[in-house]
């Protein structure tokens, strides 16, 4: 580890009775803890100042490469408050060497894992109440570990100074009252990433590139879009952020092949190893609109789910496009597959069952 976190704590934090009251019903993304985390890096002095401070707004120039070429990375992942009040996260390991691969797609600086880790630590560990209590469901706190170009210069080039900052944001439970399928758009006029491009790092580009397909699915009457390979427009890829696993019926699991343009998600990869303990065989291959549609209606998927940090487990209800329909899962409440590795994969997260794959990473 190579930085220090200076630690300011604020002196004005939220009132308990405030910060309860939104625990009970904090939705997503919209409230935030009482600190966050920053740091700079310059191409002279490398990272420095890093510390943890009252949130708040940073001072940015107008002319702060960032707001002109999306020179800018993130990552998202949740900690949660087991039973015995212990914070805990799933695979930090894996979120911070998926952080440094799309630095390095970016050209912006690599961080140290050690470093990713400890500035996680510190935010949780001064904003440990805002943590809320994940035993019985899934509420967590969310963590955005993200960095940027903050140098103020209009010439193209990667920037000379760049701002790492974490933001820790509580939330619920993402279905209440039972799991509900979602409906696909299959997005035919947009692509989300190409070949060459920069589909599997995590970076804003991507999700403003993502945003015009997912308009057209809401007018559509769809929850969201499937992407499909840009050169064919025939391989499905993946949602605008959470990749695709279809359910056969004689117990494999198929996903997505990782082609460069798809995002290689760790609830994705952590899916693949559990399959085994559930009696699944896990796949991975290209996947064409129409065999998923044609298994789809002849009986041999039975389920598909969509997966991601933010609803874990999403079962997938029908597929929409200019052409047509199909159903993919069954209706009411998504297919047994879904559920079981969804609840699989919570019971771990949450310290309902044990961690026999040192998945976890206690942060308070
Ligand atoms: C485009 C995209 N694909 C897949 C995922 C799922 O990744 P993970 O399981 O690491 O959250 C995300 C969410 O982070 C995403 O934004």
């Known amino acids: 580890m190579s930085l220090s976190y200076a630690v300011h704590e604020r002196s004005d934090r939220r009132p308990a009775q405030e910060r309860d009251a939104i625990l009970a019903n904090p939705g997503f993304g919209k409230q935030f803890t009482d600190h966050m985390v920053r740091s700079t890096w310059t191409g002279d002095r490398g990272w420095h100042d890093a510390q943890v401070c009252a949130y708040g707004p940073f001072q940015l120039d107008p002319a702060a490469a960032v707001l002109h070429y999306a020179q800018e990375i993130f990552e998202g992942m949740k900690a949660y408050r087991h039973a015995d009040g212990s914070v805990w996260t799933f695979r930090p390991e894996a979120n911070a060497a998926r952080f440094n691969r799309s630095a390095q797609r970016l050209a912006l600086p690599p961080l140290e894992e050690a470093d990713f880790l400890e ?39 990667p920037a000379q100074e760049v701002t790492y900052s974490v933001i820790a944001s509580p939330a619920g439970s993402y279905f209440t009252g039972g799991l509900k399928p979602i409906s696909l758009w299959i997005s035919e006029h947009f692509s989300r990433a190409g070949k060459g491009g920069t589909g599997d790092a995590k970076c804003g580009g991507n999700y403003a590139a993502s945003l015009a397909a997912q308009i057209e699915a809401s007018e559509n009457g769809c929850d969201q879009s499937v992407f499909l390979d840009s050169v064919e427009q025939k391989y499905v890829e993946e949602l605008g952020g959470m990749n695709v696993f279809l359910v056969y019926q004689d117990g494999r699991i198929v996903t997505p092949a990782l082609t460069g343009s798809i995002l290689e998600g760790i609830t994705r990869s952590s899916i693949i190893e559990l399959a085994k303990d559930l009696d699944l065989r896990p796949e991975e291959k290209r996947i064409s609109l129409e065999e998923w549609r044609a298994d789809a209606e002849s009986g041999q998927i039975t389920e598909a789910f969509a997966c991601g940090t933010a609803a874990v487990v999403t079962p997938i209800g029908r597929l929409l496009s200019t052409k047509g329909e199909f159903r993919t899962g069954p209706e009411g409440d998504g297919g047994p597959v879904a559920t079981r590795i969804r609840e699989s994969l919570l019971d771990i997260q949450t310290g309902r069952a044990e961690d026999t794959r040192g998945w976890l990473t206690r942060l308070a």
Do not use: H, I
Not at 119 to 141: A, F, H, M, R
């Open 119 to 157: 500035s996680l630590k510190q935010l949780v560990q001064l904003d440990v109440d805002w943590v809320p209590d994940s035993t019985s469901g899934e509420s967590s706190l969310y963590l955005r570990p993200f960095m940027f170009a903050s140098e103020s210069f209009l010439g193209v080039r």
